[in-house]
C-alpha cells in the first residue's frame, strides 16, 4: 500500500495521487446505503434513474398547509406546488439503535435517516460494524435542518430563547457538526469522524477526504456521504431573479431551465482500498481512480458566482491524478443545477478541461440527477456519485429527463458531450465516469471512477446441502428478513454459496437466530416457513466455553474466538452443546452452525478457508415508528393576540390520544398523526374501538375515519358527534367531490394515427388473486405473448412473484417464454413506459388487459386515486400516443347503482350514476371507467368487466384470504354462530370469472360493451352459512350486533388477525333484492361453454379447507380443516 502524501492540485486544492491498474492507490466503492425520493433502497434509486423517472410533484393543499403556507400564500400568482418528498422521512428505527421516544425528538431526520443509511451501506459491503471490525472512518456533511429549527422555535416560543439555546439535546440532535461522531458513536467506528462543509460540494469533498483517510493508512474503511431533508417546509414563492425553478422542475442544461429546485436525500458509500477489497472477497461495485478538490478564488464576479477556471482547473487535475483520458470518460455526471449561469459556466469548463487531451466532439453522455430528485444541497454530491457508480459498473447511460433542446446548442455541439435522452448501454470495458460538483462559495471536488475489475477470490460452492445463517433482533424482525432472503434465492442465477458465505462474515450476530438446512433449490420455500426439519429458530444465551471431545479438530479450533475456553471432557458431561466432532468439512460446517445457534460467537472467516465473495444482500429489515413532534406544535402559524387563539377543544382529543399512544407504545401521539402511519393494523383498530366504547359509549369503526389516514382529530369528532346527535361526522372525511370532478377532467393526449402492429396482450394486475388466474387463461386463450406489469427490482424479481403468485392460488407456474415479466411500477408509469421491455413494448403490444387495482373498501377516495386513478390515466395516454386499438377495464360492481326507474335494479350498461354511498373504491372504479368513455371517443375499442363478490375456485378451492366472505365464515365457524344477516350479493367463482375476461375481452364483439359477471341469484350471509350447514359445517343464528360484539372480544382474546378483520363488519346502505343485479350479457357464453357461475356448499367447504391449509391464521381457527385441506 502507497504512503505517499497527496499531490497539490490546482489552486491549492489536495489530489489524490495517480493510479495505474492493480495500484495500491486504487479505492474500491463496496456498499451504498441510501434514502432519496421515490427510493428506500440503492436498487430503487438505480432503477429509477435507468427510467427516467422524475420524483418531482405537485403536493396538496393538506401538505401545503401543514408545510406552513397560508391561504394567501397558497392563491398566489406563482407559488410553486412541486416538491419531492423523501419516504419514511419521519419514520426511525430508534430501539434497534437503543434511544428512547424522548431522544429521538430532538434528533434532526438527517442524523436519524443516516445512521439507518451508515448500518445498511456497511452491511451491503458485507462489513457490518463490530468490535474487532476495521478502523473505519466516516466523512459526512447535512445541511441546516428545517425540522431542528421548526422544533428550535417552537422551543423559544414556549420557553424563551434562553431554554432553547441552551437545550443540549436540541444542539447535538440539530447541528451539523454531531452527525458524524453520532454515526461513530452508535455504531462503534474508531476512525476519524469528520463534518465536511463546503456547501453543495460537501459530500462530494468528503468522498475526497475519506479516500486521502485511507491511502495515508489512518483508516481502512470509510463511510462517506451525506444528508439534507426539508422537510416540513414543502412549497415556494419563486423571487425574481433567484435560483429557485418557476415551476418546480430542474431542466439542466435545457433552453427552459429556469432554475434549480431543492429536495431532499440521504447517501452513503462504503471505501475501501481495492488490493483489500478484492482479497477478502468483497463486493467491488465501482474503482475510485482519483479525486481533486479546489476553490475558484476571488476572481469571479461575486462570492456565489461560478468561475470558468476553477471549475476546469479542478476537472484537469482530476483526471490527471487519475491517469484517465478525458477519451476514456464515457459519461459526466455533471452538477447541473438548472439556472442559466451555473449550466453555462459548467457545460464551458468541462470542455475546456477534456480539451486538454482530446479533440473528439459528441462521444460522451452529459446528464445531472437533479433533473430526476432536484438539488439536494450538501447531499447533492453524493446522489451523483452514487448513480455515477451504477453507470460505472453497468455501462448504462440513463435518460436524462426534462431535456427538449439545449440552451447552449452551439457550445455543446461543439464539445465532447451529448445529453442522452434513451437508456443507452456503453459497451466499452475500459469505461470511466466523472462526477462533477460546485459549491456556492466556490469549492468545487470532482471523482473519476472507472469499472469494477474481475474478483480474484474464489467462490465458495455450494454442496448438495446449504446452510445459512440468520439473526435478528426480534422474532418479528427474523421472520422479515427470512422472507427477504427468500425473495433473493428466487433469482435463478442466485449464488448460493457465496450468499451463505456473506451471511456468516458479513452480517452481526443478534440475539435471535436461525440456521435453515437444505438443498439450494429448497431453501427459498424453508426461508418462507421456517419450520424444524430444515430450519432450527432459538434465542439462546451467550456462551464462551464450547465442549468438545477428546481430539478436536484444528478447524474448529480455527473458527473459536481466542478468548473461547475449550474443556476436554467426556460427551456425557456437557450441558448444552455435549458433542462436537468432525469428520470432513460437511460435519465441521454443521457443528460451527449447532455451536452459533446456541450462542457461541464463531469466526467464520478463518472456516472459510481463503474462498467465498461477499455479495449485497438484502439489509436488516428495520422496524421503524414515527417520531415528529410536529404533527402537535403548531410552530408554522404567525403568533396572534390571545383574544383571537382558538379555544381548547376539550378533553375528548387529549384522552383519545392518550389512548394512541397506549396502543402505539408511545409518550406522545399528535392529534394530526394518521392510524397507518404509526403502524395501525386492523386488531388494533378493534381494541382502539373497544376501548373507545368502554369510555365514551360510542363503537366507533377507524375505517369510519379514514382509514389509515384516521387521525384522533377525526375520531374525536365523530365521538363528538355521536354523543350530541347519534350522528357521524363525515363531512371532512368522505368531501371527494372536487377531487372527483378535476379527475374526470384529467387531460388525456390525442389518438395516434398511427395503429400498433403488436398482437399481444399487456397485463396489469398479474400478481393479485384474480390476476393470475387471469394470465393462466390468457396463457391457455393466445398464442402469443403475455407481458405482465409487476411491481419488481428487475426482470428476476419480476419472474418470480409471477411463480409466486401461481402458487399462491394453486395454479401451474406460467410459462416463462409466454408470460413476459415487466418489472414497473404503475404509479410512475407515465414516466417509464418508453423504457419498458428494453424500449419495445409498444411495438409488440394490440390489447391492455387492466386488472390492477387496490381493493380497499375502508379508504377514502383521495387515497386510492393514487393507484386506482391516475395510472390508469398514464396507461390511457401511452395506449392512445402508441395507437393501440383494444383495452379491456376490469372493474367492478361497487361501481354501480341501482338506476332510477327501476325496483333498484344495477343494469348491465355503460353509463352508471355516482350514488351518494359509494365507497373510495367504488368511487375510484367508477371514476376510471368515466376516464376510459372519454378515451373511446376517438378510437379506442374498450370492454368493461364488472365482478361481484370473487368466490373460491371450483376444483381447486383456491381463495383470496383478503377477501371479507372468507374472514366472516372464518370467524363464524370458529365461534359456532353467525350473524343474522339477509343482505344479498352477487357472487361467481375466480376461474369462470377469469376464463370469461380472457374469452370475451379478445373477441371483436364484445367491442363497447359491459359484463357484469356474477350469477343470477345473489346470495346472502345467512344463506352462505346455510350451505356451510349442508357439508356437516353448521353454526347457530346470533343477532348482527350481538355477533359483532363477540367476535371483538374473541378478536382481542385470541390475538388473531383473521377475528379482528371482521370485528366490525356492519351493515351498510341498502339490502339488495335477489334479482337487483342485471347479469344477462354473459348468459350465452357460460352456456356455450357449459359452465356455471353459482356456488354451492362443496366449493365453500374447499375454500376454508384450502385457507386453513395454507394459511396459519385460518389454520389456528380451523384445526380440522386445515387437515383436510392439506
Known amino acids: ?149 421548526a422544533v428550535f422555535a417552537a422551543r423559544v416560543r414556549d420557553e424563551g430563547l434562553a431554554a432553547a439555546v441552551g437545550d443540549l439535546d436540541l444542539t447535538l440532535g440539530g447541528q451539523a457538526d454531531f ?74 442544461f435545457d433552453a427552459k431551465s429556469s432554475g434549480t429546485t431543492y429536495g431532499s436525500g440521504v447517501g452513503v458509500v462504503v471505501l475501501r482500498r481495492l488490493a483489500d477489497a478484492l ?17 475558484d478564488g476571488g476572481d469571479r464576479l461575486g462570492y456565489v458566482a461560478p468561475n470558468l477556471d476553477g471549475v476546469a482547473d479542478v476537472v484537469a487535475a482530476a483526471l490527471r491524478v487519475s491517469g484517465v483520458p478525458a477519451g476514456l470518460v464515457r459519461y459526466v455526471e455533471a452538477h447541473g443545477t438548472g439556472t442559466p449561469l451555473g449550466d453555462h459556466v459548467e457545460l464551458l469548463a468541462l470542455a475546456k478541461a477534456f480539451r486538454l487531451s482530446t479533440t473528439e466532439t459528441g462521444y460522451c453522455g452529459l446528464g445531472s440527477v437533479m433533473a430526476n430528485i432536484g438539488h439536494l444541497g450538501p447531499a447533492a454530491g453524493i446522489a451523483g456519485f452514487i448513480k455515477a457508480v451504477h453507470v460505472a459498473r453497468t455501462g448504462v447511460l440513463p435518460p436524462h429527463p426534462a431535456f427538449d433542446s439545449p440552451r447552449d446548442p452551439a457550445e455543446l455541439a461543439a464539445s465532447p458531450f451529448h445529453v442522452p435522452t434513451e437508456r443507452v448501454v456503453d459497451p466499452a470495458a475500459d469505461r470511466h465516469v466523472l ?154 460446517d454443521e457443528l460451527l452452525a449447532t455451536a452459533w445457534l446456541n450462542g457461541v460467537d464463531v469466526d467464520w472467516a478463518a472456516a472459510a478457508g481463503g474462498t467465498g465473495r461477499r455479495v449485497p444482500l438484502p439489509t436488516y429489515p428495520f422496524q421503524r415508528k414515527r417520531f415528529w413532534p410536529l404533527d402537535r406544535l403548531d410552530v408554522f402559524a404567525p403568533a396572534r393576540p390571545a383574544a383571537e387563539q382558538p379555544a381548547a377543544t376539550g378533553s375528548l382529543e387529549d384522552d383519545i390520544a392518550a389512548l394512541w399512544g397506549e396502543l402505539f407504545d408511545r409518550e406522545t401521539v399528535g392529534v394530526d398523526e394518521e392510524f397507518g402511519a404509526l403502524g395501525g393494523t386492523s386488531l388494533l383498530s378493534v381494541q382502539m374501538a373497544l376501548r373507545l366504547q368502554q369510555r365514551h359509549g360510542v363503537l366507533v ?40 370532478d378535476a379527475d374526470l377532467k384529467l387531460p388525456l393526449v390525442p389518438m395516434s394515427r398511427r395503429r400498433a402492429p403488436g398482437r ?47 402458487a399462491a392460488v394453486a395454479l401451474p407456474a406460467p410459462d416463462p417464454d409466454r408470460a413476459v415479466a415487466v418489472p414497473a411500477d ?101 371514476v376510471g371507467e368515466r376516464l376510459l368513455e372519454r378515451a373511446e371517443e376517438d378510437g379506442i375499442r374498450a370492454r368493461v368487466f364488472r365482478p361481484g363478490l370473487i368466490m373460491a375456485a371450483g376444483g381447486t378451492g383456491a381463495c383470496n384470504a383478503r377477501d371479507l366472505v372468507w374472514l366472516m365464515l372464518a370467524s363464524g365457524l370458529a365461534t359456532g354462530t353467525h350473524p343474522l344477516d339477509d343482505r344479498a350479493e352477487p357472487v361467481a367463482p375466480v376461474d369462470v370469472i377469469a376464463r370469461a375476461i380472457a374469452e370475451l375481452a379478445l373477441s371483436p364483439a364484445s367491442a363497447g360493451r359491459v359484463y357484469h359477471l356474477a350469477d343470477e341469484r345473489s346470495i346472502g350471509t345467512r344463506d352462505l352459512f346455510g350451505l356451510l350447514a349442508g357439508t356437516g359445517l353448521e353454526t347457530d343464528p346470533m343477532p348482527l350486533p350481538d355477533w359483532r360484539a363477540m367476535v371483538a372480544k374473541e378478536a382481542l382474546a385470541r390475538d388473531s388477525r383473521v377475528l379482528s378483520a371482521v370485528a366490525l363488519y356492519e351493515l351498510e346502505g341498502h339490502e339488495l333484492a335477489e334479482d337487483a343485479v342485471q347479469v344477462r350479457a354473459w348468459q350465452p357464453w357460460l352456456r356455450r361453454r357449459g359452465l356455471s357461475s353459482a356456488i354451492d356448499g362443496a366449493q365453500l367447504r374447499r375454500g376454508l379447507e384450502f385457507l386453513a391449509a395454507h394459511d396459519e391464521a385460518f389454520g389456528e381457527l380451523l384445526p380440522e380443516l386445515a387437515k383436510e385441506g392439506k
Not at 193 to 202: K, L, R
Not at 279 to 295: E, S, Y
Not at 708 to 731: F, H, P, W
Not at 893 to 906: E, F, K
Open 1 to 149: 500500500m502507497s504512503n505517499s502524501s497527496p499531490s497539490e492540485g490546482p489552486g491549492g486544492g489536495a489530489a489524490v495521487p495517480a493510479q495505474s491498474a492493480g495500484n495500491s492507490t486504487d479505492i474500491a466503492v463496496i456498499g451504498v446505503g441510501c434514502r432519496f425520493p421515490d427510493a428506500w433502497t440503492p436498487a430503487q434509486y438505480w432503477r429509477n434513474i435507468e427510467r427516467g423517472v422524475v420524483s418531482m410533484r405537485e403536493l396538496s393543499d393538506e401538505q401545503l398547509r401543514a408545510a406552513g403556507h397560508s391561504e394567501e400564500a397558497l392563491d398566489a400568482p406563482g407559488f410553486v406546488r412541486v416538491g419531492a418528498s423523501l419516504p419514511g422521512v419521519a419514520d426511525f428505527a430508534a430501539e434497534f439503535f437503543g434511544y428512547k421516544a424522548r431522544e429521538v425528538d430532538a434528533i434532526d431526520p438527517q442524523q436519524r435517516i443516516f445512521l439507518e443509511a451508515c448500518w445498511e451501506a456497511l452491511e451491503s459491503a458485507g462489513h457490518p460494524p463490530r468490535p474487532d471490525g476495521p478502523v473505519t472512518g466516516v466523512f459526512a456533511s447535512s445541511a441546516a435542518g428545517n425540522y431542528s429549527a
Open 179 to 252: 452527525m458524524t461522531s453520532r454515526a461513530a458513536y452508535k455504531l462503534g467506528l474508531r476512525g476519524p469522524s469528520v463534518s465536511v462543509q463546503t456547501g453543495c460540494s460537501s459530500s462530494l469533498t468528503a468522498v475526497h477526504y475519506g479516500t486521502l483517510s485511507l491511502l495515508s493508512g489512518e483508516s481502512d474503511l470509510v463511510l462517506a456521504g451525506g444528508a439534507t431533508v426539508l422537510d416540513p417546509l414543502l412549497g415556494y414563492q419563486p423571487a425574481p431573479g433567484g435560483w429557485v425553478s418557476e415551476d418546480g422542475y430542474v431542466r439542466s
Open 279 to 295: 482479497a477478502d472477497g468483497d463486493p467491488v461495485l465501482a474503482v475510485l481512480r482519483g479525486t481533486a478538490v479546489g476553490n
Open 435 to 588: 462526477v462533477n460538483s460546485m459549491g456556492v462559495g466556490g469549492t468545487n471536488a470532482v471523482a473519476v471512477l472507472g469499472a469494477p475489475p474481475a474478483p480474484s477470490r474464489p467462490p465458495a460452492e455450494a454442496g448438495d446441502t446449504v446452510r445459512l445463517v440468520l439473526s435478528a433482533r426480534t422474532r418479528a424482525e427474523l421472520d422479515a428478513l427470512s422472507r427477504q432472503l427468500a425473495d433473493e434465492l428466487d433469482a435463478p442465477d442466485a449464488p448460493v454459496g457465496d450468499i451463505a458465505h456473506t451471511l456468516r462474515v458479513g452480517r452481526a450476530a443478534f440475539g435471535e437466530r436461525r440456521v435453515v438446512t437444505a438443498p439450494p433449490g429448497r431453501l427459498a420455500a424453508a426461508l418462507r416457513l421456517p419450520r424444524p426439519p430444515l430450519a432450527a429458530t432459538a434465542r439462546p444465551v451467550p456462551r464462551r466455553a464450547v465442549v468438545v471431545g477428546t481430539q478436536p479438530p484444528a478447524g474448529l479450533l480455527a473458527a473459536l474466538p481466542p478468548d473461547t475456553t475449550v474443556s476436554t471432557v467426556d460427551p456425557g458431561e456437557a450441558d448444552g452443546i455435549h458433542r462436537i466432532f468432525a469428520d470432513g468439512p460437511g460435519e465441521l
Open 701 to 740: 369503526n377507524v375505517h369510519r375515519a379514514g382509514g389509515s389516514r384516521a387521525t384522533v382529530r377525526r375520531l374525536a369528532g365523530i365521538v363528538r358527534a355521536q354523543l350530541a346527535d347519534g350522528t357521524t361526522e363525515q363531512s371532512e372525511v368522505d368531501d371527494h367531490g372536487p377531487l372527483v
Open 760 to 806: 399481444d396482450v399487456l397485463l396489469t394486475g398479474a400478481t393479485g388473486y384474480l390476476g393470475a388466474f387471469l394470465l393462466h387463461e390468457l396463457l391457455k386463450t393466445t398464442q402469443g405473448r403475455v407481458y405482465c406489469l409487476v411491481r419488481a427490482a428487475d426482470p428476476a424479481e419480476a419472474a418470480a412473484r409471477l411463480r409466486e403468485a401461481a
Open 826 to 926: 404503475l404509479r410512475t408509469f407515465g414516466g417509464t413506459a418508453d423504457s419498458l421491455a428494453g424500449g419495445v413494448l409498444a411495438d409488440r403490444i394490440g390489447h391492455v388487459v387492466h386488472c390492477a387495482a387496490r381493493v380497499v373498501f375502508t379508504e377514502p377516495y383521495r387515497v386510492l386515486r393514487e393507484d386506482n386513478v391516475l395510472p390508469l390515466v398514464d396507461l390511457l395516454n401511452w395506449v392512445r400516443r402508441h395507437g393501440i386499438r383494444d383495452f379491456s377495464l376490469v372493474s367492478t360492481l361497487a361501481a354501480t347503482a341501482p338506476a332510477s326507474g327501476t325496483d333498484g335494479t344495477r343494469l348491465e350498461t355503460r353509463r352508471q350514476p355516482l350514488h351518494p354511498d359509494l365507497g373510495g373504491y367504488g368511487i375510484s372504479k367508477w
